[in-house]
């Protein structure tokens, strides 16, 4: 069991353990918080070991000296991942839904297309608001800017605009956000 201790890798991107701490004097905090003062590393590693417990280098001063809490690295990992899973799971996921409408579309088919928008508004989505241009619609960009004008006077008191229109190939896109 102690060869596994000082042999066992820490997690990447994780604070080194035992054998892994590079320094050669660390400043040792206890597993329930009281500083027992600096040690070698080595008699720092045997100390954890009496106790059954592992060293981990927590910090770093700059005079070099390592700051390390004796502590049981498996519950600590198992904690860190709990917590990790726990913040992950409050965080709140915002999804992009888009509306696609055309320079000609009538008022009833914009007000349709403004109630989902809206419904997607809601939900706290963020809303791509697509406005394609066939053929040779294209010369027509401010009844384009108008339409989108329309679309967005529909929905204003739900929405900001994120970002303005603007034109992307044949498309002329603007995004919106739910108001706060």
């Known amino acids: ?29 206890g597993d329930n918080g009281e500083k027992l003062g600096p040690l070698k590393r080595n008699e720092a590693i045997q100390l954890a070991e009496e106790k ?10 700059p005079d070099g000296l390592a700051i390390c809490k004796i502590l049981d690295y498996g519950k600590f990992r198992y904690q860190q991942q709990k917590k990790n899973k726990e913040a992950k ?8 839904k888009e509306i696609r409408l055309t320079v ?4 009833h088919d ?7 928008a809206r419904e997607f508004l809601e939900a706290g989505d963020r809303v791509k608001i697509s406005l394609k241009f066939k053929g040779r619609e294209i010369a027509y960009m401010d009844l ?6 329309r679309f967005y006077k529909e929905i204003e008191d739900i929405a900001k605009i994120e ?9 002329l896109d603007m995004y919106v956000v739910p108001k706060k």
Not at 104 to 107: A, F, H, T, Y
Not at 163 to 171: G, I, N, V
């Open 1 to 29: 069991m102690d060869q596994r201790r000082n042999n066992s890798k820490p997690i990447k991107n994780q604070d080194p353990i035992n054998a892994f701490i590079r320094a050669r004097e660390v400043l040792i905090i």
């Open 52 to 61: 059954g417990l592992d060293l981990m280098q927590v910090g770093q001063q």
């Open 89 to 96: 799971k409050n965080q709140v996921k915002v999804e992009n």
């Open 104 to 107: 000609n579309i009538g008022q």
């Open 110 to 116: 914009l007000v349709t297309k403004a109630k989902k």
């Open 144 to 149: 384009g800017k108008e339409t989108l004008d």
């Open 163 to 171: 970002k303005e229109a603007k034109l992307t190939s044949r498309f």
